[in-house]
């Protein structure tokens, strides 16, 4: 599923793989994480003024054609005042502006709020979350954004079209020859309803992949509280490995659409807030669009074994 070279530096290895559906790739040096860039959160973020706490949430945000907001217990969803997308909605998941630890009701509310404000537009949605400044947030206040375009963006865009070519080349669905793959690599975390994985050519730093057995965003209600069970306990494996701040990205295919596509959802580690501003990406990242990532897929497998106490001896 994935090719690999590795370079000896002399101060260790360097691993470029590719995925070989995408042609998607990083380099993976673990040496860079002996500079420690990522200190402890240490950065208190102030409510004044945030137009998503308290009374503001009514004066400052808008409403949708019909003049309401969705209510999903103590999430509110609305239109996204600036958006970026053909279709762009904001819920915000808790009351309280920072949150250390999240409820499943919190979040699973939430991604109800969001599914409803997502149905019926025609074209390719993702569910998506930045948690913290430093992971692009703009507000610190916890919140989802829920994007419909009628073209892909160009992550989705890549599997899409790769289903769809494997599956006419092989046969067979590509989703299905992965899991399969996965789960003899021993890069597999969960293997429940969604099979999540550290994937082996990250996206970003310890990314995590969950891979849904669905297709479209009409098939995902019955899943979101498993979604969420899981996503809690990755969250708290990355807070027990030091990482505060978080992207999120769950991808569907279009409604009425057969690529042989499974939804998925990524979520990869960022640096904590600091008080440098310093961030985990550089020209790399975002002009090669290639990641330097630290950490060892099949490390991050085995951290999580070890984290819950699964690891053969």
């Known amino acids: 599923m994935f090719t690999e070279r590795i370079v000896e530096t002399g101060k260790g ?17 673990s040496e860079r994480i002996k500079r420690g860039i990522d200190q402890a959160c240490s950065i208190e973020y102030s409510p004044e003024g945030c137009p998503f706490c308290g009374g503001n949430l009514t004066s400052d945000t808008p409403v949708f054609a019909d003049g309401r907001r969705i209510l ?26 920072t949150v250390s630890t999240f409820s499943m009701e919190q979040v699973a509310d939430a991604f109800t709020g969001q ?23 703009s507000l ?19 599997y899409l079209a790769g289903s769809e070519e494997y599956r006419k080349e092989h046969g067979r669905n590509y989703w299905d020859d992965l899991r399969k793959t996965e789960r003899r690599a021993g890069r ?16 970003g730093e310890k990314e995590i992949r969950g891979i849904l057995p669905i297709s479209r965003l009409s098939q ?5 509280k498993d979604l969420v069970r899981d996503l809690l306990q990755i969250i708290s494996f990355y807070k027990e490995l030091g990482t505060h701040a978080f992207n999120l990205s769950l991808f569907f295919d279009k409604e009425g659409c057969d690529h042989g596509f499974s939804a998925f959802c990524s979520i990869i580690a960022r640096i904590n807030p600091n008080q440098l501003s310093l961030s985990d990406s550089a020209f790399m990242e975002r002009l090669h669009l290639e990641p330097v990532i630290l950490t060892m897929p099949e490390d991050l497998a085995r951290m999580y074994r070890q984290w819950k106490g699964t690891e053969s001896t």
Do not use: K
């Open 13 to 29: 290895r360097l691993h470029f793989r590719r995925e070989t559906l995408t042609g998607l790739s990083c380099r993976i040096s």
């Open 72 to 97: 999903v217990g103590e999430s509110v969803t609305f239109p996204n005042l600036y958006p970026f997308a053909e279709w762009h909605t904001v819920t915000v998941i808790s009351r309280e502006h």
């Open 115 to 137: 599914l409803e404000s997502l149905e019926g537009h025609d074209g390719y949605p993702s569910i998506n979350w930045n948690f913290l400044p430093s992971a692009g947030a």
């Open 140 to 158: 610190a206040h916890p919140h989802l954004q829920g994007l419909v375009d009628s073209i892909p963006s160009p992550l989705a865009a890549r």
């Open 188 to 203: 597999v975390l969960m293997d429940g309803g969604i099979l999540w994985l550290a994937n082996p050519v990250p996206l």
């Open 220 to 224: 995902f209600s019955p899943l979101i």
